[in-house]
């Protein structure tokens, strides 16, 4: 296992009247390449979990082991960690602090010692990756649109090429284009060189569409976990606690409510066209 | 139906006369009448939220006008009339919350407004409980999740019940019943109360529910209509880095295999009443 989670506990303002238990007792296996998507309802969790991956938060009990190496244990900088996982933010303001966006994105290249040519070569290829034209990167990072603050929060980690991709709601704020071919790339990068991704989103549209296993939290715990398609066949559960299935398939089921007898596994819309195509082909409609 | 906002050749210009001049709104020319609800769709950069800001003073303009319920935006006897008229929820919730807990984040508009402490707690509570915030009421908004302070950003701007309310993409963060609820919320205040509402989105189908959809590009509005004729442009729509609703994509995938489903779909009960009738 690349990454193992067990029993994770995380006590935000221990001891004070507001204490906050986030994670409680949580249990995560992420197999080197993967792709796994998180998902769950408002402060269920995710974000305390996606920064324990890299470091960033401590456990208050249960341990973070990452390729071999227990994180909670050590007092050491977790500087190896922070190369080998990357950590894109739920807000890119928390992430940019460069004069720069040249030297924001140029941030993560250089604390790894890279030459300067290398850290061009970086930047060019991660900002370019991500949509921002080639005049922005003299700008400040804090004088761009919602989107393009995304776009150069998302350069930033690319450029430090990690092992690991965390990405916390990578895609809001980007423009349909934009989070198609950002999310693009990010599943031809897993494809293709083997990364591990792990996707937390609200958006179970994307998640249907990349994720190969989903994890669902729930006030701090784990709620349900399996492969995507399994997970989305759970229409009730999920709307239980305030998640969705996919809009194309929540069509299959009312299709299927309706006398349609097509398959309501669906997860993208080529999947459903071919099915009620097929549906269609055998002269049953309802 | 009485004006609105009026919005005449409106320019903006940021770092104006530096090396990093941006146009970043060329020309707008807009009227929003009261009760309206309108979507404003655009790709990253298009000039969306700057637009939005403009709609209660909080930018002026580099040449044209902004008027609202018609003050001129550029008086600066009449901003807190606006603001007290058109409240705003912004981009990132961050830039919006001030206070050090939730009820009392809640309760600044309504003080500023200057309304007696009994109704300030009434409004405070009602909108915590919109939004679903209630049980939150101490705790210190900036150690909540990214979706409880998008919340709490919302209920700030309810409590202050505004003639118009402009939220610029208020549901980037929100579980999938957030959003919904969100939007119902939103909707049921332009339907009993009229509400006009200017609403920011990146999520297609938001914008399909709306009365009338904008479409930005480069500084411009492009395209200003009912969401059935802007949802027909598919080819206006992709050109500029936006498309249409995943179910309007799936309709139109099936018509062209030849089945009997209408040009453009705007939810799934109209797709499947055109494919079970
Ligand atoms: N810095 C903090 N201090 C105290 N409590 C916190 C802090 N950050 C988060 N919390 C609380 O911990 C819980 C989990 O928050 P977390 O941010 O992990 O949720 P999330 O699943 O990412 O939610 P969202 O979908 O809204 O982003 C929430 O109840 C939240 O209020
Ligand atoms: N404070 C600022 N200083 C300088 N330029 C800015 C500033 N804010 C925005 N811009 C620029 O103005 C243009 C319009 O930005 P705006 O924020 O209005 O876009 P938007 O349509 O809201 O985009 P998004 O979908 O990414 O939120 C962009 O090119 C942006 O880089
Ligand atoms: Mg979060
Ligand atoms: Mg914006």
Not at chain 1, 205 to 219: K, N, P, T, W, Y
Not at chain 2, 39 to 62: D, E, F, M, V
Not at chain 2, 149 to 168: F, H, N, T, W, Y
Request: with cysteine.
């Amino acid at each position: 296992m690349l990454i193992e989670v067990t029993e994770l506990t995380h006590v935000y303002l221990r001891g004070s009247p507001l204490e906050v238990t986030a994670l409680r007792g949580v249990d995560l296996q992420v197999a080197e390449g993967e792709f796994l998507g998180l998902i769950g309802p408002t402060g269920s969790g995710k974000s305390t979990l996606a920064q324990h991956l890299n470091g960033l938060l401590r456990p208050t009990s249960g341990r973070v082991v990452v390729e071999g190496e227990d994180i909670s244990a050590k007092r050491k900088p977790l500087r190896s960690l922070r190369q080998k996982v990357g950590l894109v933010f739920q807000y890119p303001e928390h992430q940019l602090f460069e004069e720069t966006v040249y030297d924001d994105v140029a941030f993560g290249p250089r604390n790894l010692g890279l030459d300067e040519a290398e850290v061009k070569r970086r930047v060019h290829w991660a900002t370019s990756l991500v949509g921002l034209p080639e005049e922005m990167l003299s700008r400040s990072p804090f004088e761009l649109s919602g989107g393009q603050m995304r776009r150069v929060a998302i350069a930033g980690v690319l450029a430090m090429r990690p092992r690991v991709l965390v990405l916390d709601e990578p895609a809001a704020g980007l423009d349909p284009r934009g989070r198609r071919d950002i999310l693009g790339h990010i599943r031809k990068m897993h494809q293709k060189e083997g990364i591990t991704v792990i996707l937390v989103s609200h958006n179970m549209e994307d998640v249907a569409e990349l994720a190969q296993r989903i994890v669902v939290l729930h006030r701090g715990e784990v709620f349900l976990q399996g492969p995507t398609r399994k997970v989305f066949g759970q229409a009730e559960r999920l709307r239980g606690i305030g998640l969705d299935i996919p809009p194309v398939t929540a069509l299959m089921h009312q299709l299927r409510h309706r006398g349609l007898p097509v398959r309501a596994d669906v997860l993208t819309v080529e999947e459903a066209e071919q099915e009620i195509v097929n549906h269609w082909r055998q002269r049953r409609p309802c | 139906m009485p004006v609105m906002i009026e919005i005449h050749d409106l320019w903006h210009v940021y770092g104006s006369g530096t090396a990093g001049e941006v146009v970043a709104l060329k020309g707008v020319n807009l009227r929003i009448d009261q009760g309206e609800f309108v979507a404003i769709i655009g790709s990253n950069g298009s000039g969306k939220s700057t637009l939005a800001r403009h709609l209660n003073g909080l930018l002026l303009p580099t040449r044209g006008w902004v008027k609202v319920c018609n003050l001129d935006t550029r008086s600066s006897e009449h901003l807190q009339e606006i603001r007290r008229r058109v409240g705003m929820v912004f981009e990132n919730p961050d830039n919006q919350l001030v206070a050090t807990i939730v009820e009392e984040d809640v309760a600044f508009g309504p003080e500023n407004l200057g309304l007696p402490p009994a109704e300030i707690r009434r409004r405070v509570e009602q909108a915590l409980e919109t939004v679903g915030m209630a049980t939150y009421r101490n705790h210190p908004p900036h150690l909540l999740s990214g979706g409880q302070k998008q919340r709490v950003a919302i209920a700030g701007v309810l409590a202050m019940e505004p003639s118009c309310i402009v939220l610029d993409e208020p549901t980037s963060m929100l579980d999938p019943q957030g959003r919904r609820e969100v939007l119902r919320t939103i909707r049921g205040l332009n339907e009993s109360r009229g509400m006009t509402v200017v609403y920011i989105t990146h999520f297609m189908e938001e914008a399909a529910a709306a009365g009338r959809v904008l479409v930005m590009d480069d500084g411009r509005i492009v395209a200003d209509g009912p969401p059935r004729r802007i949802f027909g442009q598919t080819e206006l729509l992709e050109r500029i880095g936006l498309g249409v609703p995943p179910l309007t994509r799936l309709a139109r995938r099936l018509r062209m295999r030849g089945l009997p489903v209408p040009e453009v779909v705007l939810d799934a009960e109209e797709l499947v009443s055109s494919l079970c009738s």
